[in-house]
């Protein structure tokens, strides 16, 4: 069976922590880690199944080709990659305190822009137990992916990330 690929950016940081605690959640030999930085579309044709890693910095270059930084530049590959067939899940790491609302923004952003190739992400959270006031993350009331909040709610991430894998697996096979 393929590996599970995490594929995140940035490298270090709260995003880079919880690609780790996804690869060892779902075991070291089903999960291969890909920093978006280092890949161009290719690395999807490698996968069945991909857990897209991303925080929220403010918005940069999203709505433009230009490479900024490691997801600008990974955007302008999204187009060179085979989607058929595809299970994508996204997570976001946010701050729900200092940008209550703007909380995880680039999880939508992403959504959308993975919209344009038909590809249909799956692993929608409710947004029960966070304190926000607005994202465009939402979609019908539900998180594309799964927020985290390390800033504020560090001793959450695992409990919230292992519910999160435990329903992809029954519900997508992850
Ligand atoms: C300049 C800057 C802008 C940020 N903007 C947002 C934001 O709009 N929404 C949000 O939820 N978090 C925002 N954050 C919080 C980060 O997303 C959060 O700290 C995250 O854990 C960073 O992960 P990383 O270090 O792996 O990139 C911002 C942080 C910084 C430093």
């Known amino acids: 069976m393929k590996k599970i690929g995490i594929l995140y950016g940035p490298e270090k940081g709260s995003v880079g922590k919880v690609a780790n605690i996804i690869a060892k959640e779902l075991g070291e030999d089903k999960a291969e ?65 200092n940008y209550p609302d703007h909380f995880v923004d680039a999880m939508g952003w992403l959504n959308e822009k993975l919209k344009k190739f038909n590809v249909k992400v799956v692993g929608f959270c409710e947004d029960e137990g966070y304190q926000y006031n607005d994202s465009e993350a939402l979609e019908n009331g539900k998180f594309v992916g799964l927020p985290l909040d ?24 992850f």
């Open 33 to 97: 880690l890909v920093l978006v930085k280092d890949s161009g579309g290719q690395i999807i044709d490698r996968f069945d199944r991909i857990i897209f890693g991303i925080s929220t910095l403010g918005r940069t270059n999203w709505d433009s080709e230009h490479e900024d930084d490691d997801w600008d530049g990974f955007f302008t590959h999204l187009k060179e990659a085979h989607w058929e067939g595809k299970q994508v899940a996204i997570y976001g790491l946010g701050d729900q305190i």
């Open 150 to 173: 390390e800033d504020n709610e560090a001793e959450k991430t695992l409990g919230r990330v292992q519910a999160w894998l435990k329903m992809l697996h029954e519900a997508y096979g």
